[in-house]
């Protein structure tokens, strides 16, 4: 029988991320945070209709017609070209079907103050990830959207995952880490619940800088942003824990863990992809069998840049 290895692993908790952006709201003006990656901009269709700050978050108002909207954008632009992990709290009173109640939130490439339904707009000039919670009487469906069109053609909506909120406040946590082929894995989850997973084939990442906006109509609906925090996830390559490891991935939740193997299902575990230096989100064949006159081995590839809270042993028998 040929050489094989065996690993033993230790679990560090630790945040591996970067902090690009975050902001609680607390300092009662929209335009400076205290917090990280400065403040928010507000933009109306009329000055009636706007995003303050106000009592530790970030509220829609209006003038009352209920038939204007705002929109509010982050003042900087961030990379987001290794990954990112997207985390909001929120809070939406009701999920009342009428023509104004909209309420959506992401990230936004090529965004100008005038656009104000940017997460909405089938055929605009956007390239963007985000998650749209009530949509009024518009065509464009609640849940996880990405527009996903190259160049400065107008952007294709679609609909990545069917998502209904329930009226309070929760939270929602996404990851995309872009893959070699142009596109991206993504996960997400609510109230640290399941975490549901996909790829999409196309989405650009690296040729631009994206901002965080949300976007409200109808202020007779109560919509507001408790929280938001944006990171970069950091290279899988060069992970130097287990917990790195998972984060470059995109992996978040149960399918962090290491003995998950929930995502790819091809009978590898986290810490035997980790030691291996395979994908925990694409299928691999793992152990290969050879066979000669004399001798069967097994061979696995071996991670060069393994994490350094794995241990492993050489057995040969």
Avoid: C
């Avoid at 901002?211 to 109560?222: K, M, N, Y």
Wanted: a negative charge; glycine letters at 12%; zero cysteines.
């Amino acid at each position: 029988m040929g050489a094989s290895d065996s690993a033993t692993y230790q679990i560090q908790v630790w945040s591996a991320a970067s902090l690009l952006y975050e902001d609680y709201f607390a300092d009662g003006a929209l335009s400076t945070n205290p917090d990280t990656g400065g403040g928010m901009g507000n933009s109306g269709t009329d000055s009636g209709d706007y995003w303050r700050e106000n009592s530790g978050g970030l509220v829609y108002g209006s003038d009352g017609s209920g038939g204007n909207r705002a929109s509010a954008y982050s003042l900087n632009s961030f990379d987001l070209s290794e990954g990112f992990r997207l985390e909001v709290t929120y809070n939406l009173t009701s999920l009342a079907v009428s023509a104004n109640n909209q309420f959506s939130f992401g990230l936004i490439a090529n965004y100008t103050p005038s656009q104000n339904n940017a997460l909405l707009s089938e055929g605009s000039n956007t390239y963007g990830i985000g998650m749209n919670l009530a949509s009024g009487t518009s065509s464009a469906p609640t849940g996880l959207l990405i527009y996903d069109a190259l160049g400065d053609s107008p952007s294709a909506l679609n609909l990545e995952s069917n998502f209904a909120t329930e009226p309070g406040e929760h939270t929602w946590v996404m990851t995309m880490k872009p893959n070699e082929s142009g596109g991206a894995r993504w996960t997400y989850s609510y109230d640290g619940g399941p975490v549901v997973s996909g790829s999409i084939a196309s989405i650009d990442l690296q040729s631009f800088a994206y901002q965080f906006v949300v976007h409200a109509r109808d202020s007779s609906v109560g919509k507001s942003i408790q929280q938001v925090r944006l990171l970069q996830l950091p290279d899988h390559t060069t992970a130097s824990s287990f917990a790195m490891w998972a984060s470059g991935y995109g992996l978040m939740g149960e399918p962090a863990m290491p003995e998950a193997d929930s995502l790819d299902n091809d009978g590898l575990s986290n810490a035997l992809e980790a030691w291996f230096g395979t994908s925990p989100t694409e299928f691999n064949q793992g152990l290969e069998i050879l066979v000669d006159s004399s001798n069967l081995s097994l061979v696995h590839p071996k991670n060069e840049y393994r994490p350094s809270d794995f241990l492993g042993t050489s057995v040969v028998a």
